[in-house]
């Protein structure tokens, strides 16, 4: 695109709508649809009070796809007391990465170029409201803007001033009265003092009179120095302030000041108010020490204090009188049994408990059975009654020991067997180097490369043929590079891009239907940067509309996944 123009905002709008328009160019990547709309500021005031709103919560952006203009709705559209401005704010920062001998990437080198065109122009944006001094001034800047502060700050006193000039005027005019004033006054204390030597009953009334007197010869003064009065002077009363003299002065200096020239050119007038800094004066002698005061109330009683060390063990005490003999007991049962018990005195000896093991007539045994054999006895069953229980430990030849044929005997002198003679070529040893068909090569990956011929590994680089793989009515699928997807009338498709492996080659291509019905368009995955140039956008994202013919190609250019979507109508 390009930057026609060198407007970054819009004027003051009346609110009290939902949606407002601008028609500044902006991008519609930065580098995302959805960081450029990030990029788009709002701001409203009451005329006092200038707020910024929050991008998502208070407003939203949506943007032409031709980078010209576009629309903000707000969440709060206000009554017509408030305004509203639009304008664009990006970021000074440059992410686009250009590598050494590829391809130049003319689409992302325009951007940058008008992004930085906007933001130079957003730059002068904010100049246009700066104070400027003049390029040959003396004047440091930052004072200027301490200046107009203040002069701001006195703006309601300055505006009264001037509204009342011709009672200041008139002040001025009445000088020589205001110091006949002060001279009575002066004449008036001095017969208010006569007047309390001569009149004892009256030295109240006379003190009083003598006061007023003075405080009316000090406000003359006082009047006198705030009406027409130098700095220096109007410093006794209070600091860094000026005269109505003064000030109305500075107000008709800026008043004459030119539309467009820097406004210090009018406060060049301040030079004559304030005069040269005086001499710090003596220093004043101590005062008499004052009273002294009234006893002040009892303070809050304190904190307990800590608790003290234990005292030493009292002495033993003397040992108590014997106590009375307590009532006989009774026994309140027997065996567990209360009441009338009957005691059961058993009459034999199975009547007791064997608890100490005594042995009775069942337990002596009464057959050899019975013991255990513990010294090895020998018994009739272990006796043996035929050669076969015995252990042949000395070897005797068994009638299983005789070889019966030449298979029971060991082959220890070699003789050959018919098992030995090979009767197939396989049962030999191929040492002399026959070759045989196992080794004879059946295709050409069984050949040493040694000339060098072309392989398919050795066209990597080169352009090879594309994959074709066909698409299903409702289908989702991954990008792969040089492949394209080929399907008929398309009721759903999702598309996702690669997050890896990817190099400025890739490259892919998907070809569809869209019915009657449109079709259902999504991506899971990644981010499709469409080209403008591209068909059935919908801020800046492809959206199929029905009966029409679709042929997307998906390529990379090293930062982006780049998608130029092309259509025709269905043939009727």
Request: hydrophobic content about 35%; proline content about 3%; some cysteine.
């Amino acid at each position: 695109m390009t930057v026609e123009n060198n407007v970054s905002k819009t004027a003051k709008q009346v609110m009290g709508s939902s949606t407002y328009d601008f028609t500044f160019e902006c991008l519609t990547e930065n580098p995302t649809l959805e960081a450029a709309k990030q990029a788009i500021k709002v701001y409203i005031t009451d005329g006092t009070t200038e707020t910024a709103l929050t991008y998502g919560t208070d407003y939203s952006v949506s943007l032409n796809a031709n980078g010209s203009g576009g629309t903000v709705t707000v969440a709060d559209p206000k009554t017509s007391a408030y305004s509203l401005v639009i304008m664009r704010d990006y970021d000074e920062t440059q992410k686009s990465d250009y590598n050494d001998f590829n391809s130049m990437p003319a689409e992302t080198l325009e951007r940058n170029f008008d992004k930085l065109t906007m933001i130079a122009q957003q730059q002068k944006e904010q100049l246009d409201r700066a104070i400027l001094v003049k390029r040959t001034s003396d004047i440091n800047p930052d004072v200027l803007v301490q200046k107009v502060e203040r002069i701001y700050e006195s703006s309601d006193s300055m505006d009264a001033i001037a509204l009342d000039l011709p009672n200041i005027n008139a002040v001025a005019g009445d000088l020589t009265n205001i110091d006949a004033a002060s001279t009575h006054a002066e004449t008036a204390a001095t017969q208010a003092g006569i007047a309390t030597t001569k009149a004892g009953e009256a030295s109240t009334s006379a003190t009083t009179a003598s006061n007023k007197a003075g405080e009316a010869a000090a406000s003359a003064t006082e009047a006198k120095v705030w009406a027409t009065g130098t700095d220096q002077q109007v410093a006794v009363y209070e600091e860094d302030e000026h005269s109505a003299h003064a000030y109305a002065n500075i107000a008709m200096a800026i008043a004459n000041t030119p539309h467009g020239t820097p406004v210090d050119a009018g406060l060049e007038a301040l030079d004559f108010i304030r005069g040269p800094k005086g001499d710090k004066g003596d220093k004043g002698d101590k005062g008499d020490k004052g009273d002294t005061g009234a006893t002040g109330a009892t303070g809050a009683t304190g904190a307990q204090g800590e608790k003290g060390d234990k005292g030493d063990k009292g002495d033993k005490g003397d040992k108590g009188d014997k106590g009375d003999t307590g009532a006989t007991g009774g026994v309140s049962s027997v065996n567990g049994d209360t009441g009338d018990v009957v005691l059961s005195i058993p009459s034999k000896t199975s009547d007791l408990s064997n608890d100490s093991g005594f042995i009775t007539e069942s337990d002596i045994p009464t057959k050899l059975s019975e013991f255990d054999n513990d010294e090895g006895f020998v018994t009739s069953t272990a006796i043996p009654t035929k050669t076969s229980d015995l252990t042949n430990d000395s070897g005797f030849v068994t009638s299983t020991a005789i070889p019966t044929k030449t298979s029971d005997l060991t082959n220890d002198s070699g003789f050959v067997t018919s098992t030995a003679i090979p009767t197939k070529v396989s049962d030999l040893t191929n040492d002399s180097g026959f070759i045989t068909s196992s080794a004879l090569p059946t295709k050409v990956s069984d050949l040493t490369n040694d000339s060098g011929f072309i392989t398919n590994s050795a066209l990597a680089n080169y352009q090879q043929k594309e994959t074709v793989t066909a698409l299903s009515a409702t289908d989702s699928i991954t990008l792969a590079n040089n492949t394209i997807y080929k399907g008929g009338t398309q009721t759903a498709l999702t598309v996702a891009v690669p997050s890896s492996g990817m190099d400025v080659d890739f490259v892919s291509q998907i070809c569809f239907k869209s019915g009657s019905t449109a079709t259902t368009f999504t991506q899971t995955a990644g981010d499709i940067v469409w080209d403008e140039r591209s068909v059935d956008l919908t801020d800046g994202v492809f959206v199929p509309v029905a009966n029409k013919t679709y042929t997307l190609i998906v390529f990379y250019n090293g930062f982006d996944f780049v998608g130029l979507a092309e259509g025709v109508e269905n043939a009727s």
